[in-house]
């Protein structure tokens, strides 16, 4: 059985595959962090139930995402035997040309699970609003 460190850290990882298979264009990479049975609430930008209506929302965007830079800040994670809740600040860099600006600064309230030995998302809410957060334990 893991430690909560290594727990928290594979937790850590996995949050950074999501980040990096949204701005490289590795749609798979992307919803490989969820479960099948996932929600993605993107708030402003629309909710999806379950990987496939993820593959279809990412493709929409066509090469979009990958001028984005998603960064995942200040991380706490609670984890409780096999499951788990992580809130993190988000800040979306939107790159163009030489130049770079935030597009979008909030926070993920994720709760996740491990399922054979692998931890995966199985709800993210994206939240702009800061006066909203909750802390997990």
Aim: charge should be negative.
């Amino acid at each position: 059985m893991p430690s909560i460190l290594e727990d928290k850290e594979s937790i850590r990882e996995l949050l950074c595959r999501y980040c990096y298979g949204t701005d490289t264009g590795h749609v798979e990479e992307w919803v490989g962090v969820f479960t099948e049975d996932c929600v993605w609430d993107g708030g402003p930008f629309g909710v999806c139930n379950g990987k496939q209506a993820m593959r279809e929302f990412y493709a929409q965007g066509g090469d979009a995402a990958k001028s984005m830079r998603h960064l995942t800040l200040n991380t706490l994670i609670d984890v409780q035997g096999d499951r788990a809740q992580a809130v993190s600040y988000v800040v979306v860099l939107g790159i163009a040309d030489s130049t770079t600006g935030i597009f979008f600064a909030g926070f993920y309230d994720d709760a996740l699970v491990r399922r054979n030995g692998q931890w995966r998302i199985t709800a993210r809410k994206l939240r702009p609003d800061m006066s909203e957060i909750r802390l997990p334990a």
